[in-house]
């Protein structure tokens, strides 16, 4: 409905909506913070979105061998109940499109294809949304190389975050990525404890390592060649379908970091998007809507009694229910193919 533009229209909508343009030279993250700082002069609903962020309360919760911070978010609401399936979103205008943009928003131009936006519902101090010019799917498979790209971008003080159109993504129907500042997912500092990782396998250059004791499901893929890396992340997406016996992309999130030369992708299969208790009525219900933010340990509960009653036991029982389950996993680990088998090895430190 209306979200295709004519090819005559784009220009003129993306020199409307263009703060800066990015094609490499400069510091992107320094580009992005001066656009925030811009739009918050001159879009209200941004400067208001960042207000409230003053106001959201935070808690930590020890579960079993692991922490995750409770973040009480009121205005994720929306996004957190959103309806994310097909009809709907087909139906509705996409929030994504250049010329459904609200009247104040505008972006840094990515190398030609994208635009970095403000995210008017942030999670963290600066928040970004990173959305294809064109209306298009969210899919991984073909965008990685643009993905690891973005990463390098801005790290290595920043995460790049991807969430699959079943299990996370605002827009389904809309190819977007987010960026925002690291170390701020418990994830992040979990990794580096001792024992955490093993290394399972190695592809060409990339090492395939699985977290442990986390509560969920992470898979990791390190290496300093992007193609390789890329060839990594499909060959795992394959392993994936082919256990999951599925044609479509496989329900993930990934967060993507790189340091040095090295970039390092954190894979989150997933089995759900909702854990049971969202469809719950009344007093039973739990609003959380696991996406990649959350798979990293900072959970948005953007209603204030599910922030305070959740408990470490509820938050293991989120993970298992969203995750994919262990024997699944290790099967997509059989799975990935051309590799060598670190398996029967001690693992790194
Ligand atoms: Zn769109």
Request: net charge neutral; with cysteine.
């Amino acid at each position: 409905m209306g979200n295709s533009i004519r090819p005559w229209g784009r220009t003129t909508f993306l020199k409307k909506k263009t703060y800066t343009t990015f094609d490499g030279g400069e510091s992107l993250p320094r580009l992005c913070l001066e656009l925030l700082s811009e739009q918050k002069k001159a879009w209200q609903d941004l400067r208001e979105g960042y207000e409230l962020l003053k106001d959201v309360k935070e808690r930590d919760v020890r579960c079993n061998g692991f922490s995750v911070c409770l973040q009480y978010n009121p205005r994720r609401i929306k996004s957190s109940t959103a309806v994310v399936d097909e009809k709907n979103t087909k139906e509705s205008r996409c929030f994504l499109c250049l010329d459904h943009l609200p009247e104040g928003q505008r972006g840094v131009l990515y190398r030609g294809d994208y635009l970095i936006l403000c995210n008017p519902m942030p999670v963290f101090s600066s928040h970004f949304t990173v959305s294809h010019l064109d209306h298009r799917l969210q899919a991984i498979a073909e965008h990685i190389g643009i993905f690891l790209q973005l990463a390098a971008d801005f790290c290595p003080d920043w995460v790049v975050l991807y969430n699959g159109p079943k299990c996370g993504a605002s827009a389904p129907d809309h190819l977007h990525f987010q960026a925002a500042p690291s170390r701020q997912m418990p994830i992040e500092k979990e990794i580096h404890e001792e024992k955490r990782l093993t290394l399972i396998k190695q592809v060409d250059d990339v090492l395939i390592y699985r977290a442990m004791g986390l509560g969920r499901e992470v898979i990791i893929l390190e290496g300093e060649d992007p193609i390789a890396m890329e060839n990594a992340l499909k060959n795992y997406l394959n392993a994936l379908k082919k256990v999951l016996l599925i044609d479509e992309e496989p329900m993930m999130n990934i967060a993507g970091f790189h340091e040095g030369k090295e970039w390092r992708l954190m894979i989150f299969p997933r089995r759900k998007h909702r854990p049971d208790a969202f469809f719950k009525e009344r007093d039973t219900r739990v609003v959380v809507s696991p996406g990649v933010i959350d798979m990293g340990g900072l959970l948005i509960t953007p209603v204030e009694k599910d922030f305070e009653r959740l408990d470490g036991a509820s938050v293991e029982a989120i993970y298992k229910e969203v995750s994919l389950d262990r024997m699944t996993v290790e099967k997509t680990i059989d799975a990935i193919v051309g590799n060598v088998d670190l398996r029967s090895l001690p693992s790194l430190p």
